[in-house]
């Protein structure tokens, strides 16, 4: 017979560990499922507003929420899950990547959001020859050099602050005519003598032969900039990993809709962090994990009538 949760989890970012703590201290037997540990966090190269913490790394604050939960006695799954039945005996089967299948009472989804592209020529042909969607993890590659990032919200910003450690000279080409970060990095990045800061730069193309070369802007005063490493950093959208299959009712934007308990349109699925609509759609750590919590606290309530 197929294994019974209370709950599964399904996402392992900050909203999912953060749930699973709750969930596990509410006695509730948990597993939490995904196919990448650690979700946009464990990207982040400097964290700056989680309390408690002056700065840390994403991945360390992701490992940390880790170790916490599984102390507690969360199971982890590292696979894939394709497929959420609700059964009518209000319990939902979920099926994996590899076959397998399991059986949970509660469920919550914390599945986060998907890397906006930029969707101009030459960017997925010269995806991982120059242009990549995460300084953290290629950042190093780029020692020496002289880069663009592209975006003007915290992510570029903090990214840019990032390589400016690592490279020669960092470029930021913001579209419009100012930046949208916290002032706290805007002060930090122009301090900074390595960064520069290009403003009403759209990009136009990629291009180079074996790697890139050349990034082509909409500015007419700047049309072309030489480099060798493009960092796109504009943001992110809700996964839509389940919502139609389930039927979950999304926003115009596919946000989830949840009620403020954080439970989905379909009765006794719950959802939290960025993937929502919550919290005002400001997507930050405390936000994901107070969401989490809500959820949980709900979830085991209803579990215990
Ligand atoms: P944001 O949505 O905040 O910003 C996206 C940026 O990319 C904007 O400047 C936007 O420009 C630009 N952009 C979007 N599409 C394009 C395009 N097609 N071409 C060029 N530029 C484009 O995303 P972030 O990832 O920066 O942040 C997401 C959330 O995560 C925020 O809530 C943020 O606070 C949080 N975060 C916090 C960090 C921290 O350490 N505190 C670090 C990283 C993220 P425009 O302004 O013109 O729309």
Redesign the pocket.
Known sequence: MEKMYDLAIVGMGFAGYTGAIYATRYGLKTVIIGDIFGG?TSE??????YPGFEEITGMELMQRVQNQATKLGTEEIYERVEHIERLDDKTFTLTLRNGDTLSTRGLLLTIG?TR?????PGEQEFYGKGITYCATCDGYFFKGKEVAV??????????ALFLAEICNKVHL????D?????Q??IDRLNKNSKILVHFKT??DSFSGTDSLETIKTTNALEPELKVQGAFI????EPNKLFTDVIGVKTDEHGFIEVSKNQETSVTGLYAAG?STNASNK????ITAGSEAAIAVETIAKELSK
């Open positions: 946009q982040a190269h400097i964290i700056g507003n959001m906006r592209k930029l969707n101009v592209i975006g003007g919200g915290d992510s570029a910003v903090t990214a080409l913001v579209r419009g100012r930046l949208r970060a916290e706290y990095w759209g990009i950093e504009i943001g992110h960025d400001f997507a930050q750590l």
